[in-house]
């Protein structure tokens, strides 16, 4: 039987993981894009790996998780400069007021923060996810509307219940409306490639 073209065939997504709770999301995520066709490379940071193993996103991408900058297996090739190269578009989830913070203020101090700081020109997404007071907090309000300024795209958050059993807005947007924004992103990237 053959197989049925998917709507992100051939789409190189870096998906940029950072240290919430809500990173658990990012795995079924990973799955669904991997399942429309894209390719997906994983870079983690270090807290999102004391809340989900790289080994259940290898699982569902078949490929290699990246954590650090001096992690290898980049050939002679500097790693975040090759994962740059590489990517399509760039969606970091969730992405927590830390890494909105270095974003906003070309902070590089691990392997994501450089990434996301080397991949300025690409399409990116952010799909924030944080407890209601820090989303609220005048600095990472600044923050967002910075990554705004340089591009960023934001899906969410949303309205929900919050690690914290309040209900409230901070909750990272479900992963199939991600992949929705990912998708009329990559419409747009296939349009320009014309």
Request: net charge positive.
């Amino acid at each position: 039987m053959a197989q049925r073209p998917t709507h992100l065939s051939g789409l190189n997504v870096l998906l940029g993981v950072s240290g919430g709770i809500a990173a658990y999301k990012a795995v079924d995520l990973a799955s669904r894009l991997t399942t429309a066709g894209a390719v997906v490379k994983t870079v983690m940071t270090k807290n999102a790996c004391q809340l989900v193993g790289p080994a259940s996103f290898e699982a569902v991408t078949n490929s290699q998780v990246f954590i650090s900058l001096w992690q290898g297996n980049y050939g002679y090739k500097i790693g975040h400069v090759q994962l740059e190269e590489w990517a399509d578009i760039v969606v970091v989830a969730p992405a927590t007021a830390n890494i909105i913070g270095k974003v906003a203020n070309g902070i590089c101090d691990d392997l994501l923060s450089t990434v996301l700081c080397v991949c300025w020109a690409k399409p990116k997404l952010l799909a924030p996810a944080m407890n209601d007071n820090m989303w609220n907090n005048p600095a990472v309000q600044r923050n967002i509307q910075q990554a705004s300024d340089m591009g960023y795209e934001l899906i969410g958050p949303e309205k929900g219940r919050l690690a914290s059993g309040k209900i409230a807005i901070g909750r990272m947007s479900e992963p199939e409306d991600i992949l929705e924004a990912i998708k009329k992103i990559a419409s747009q990237i296939k349009r320009s490639k014309k």
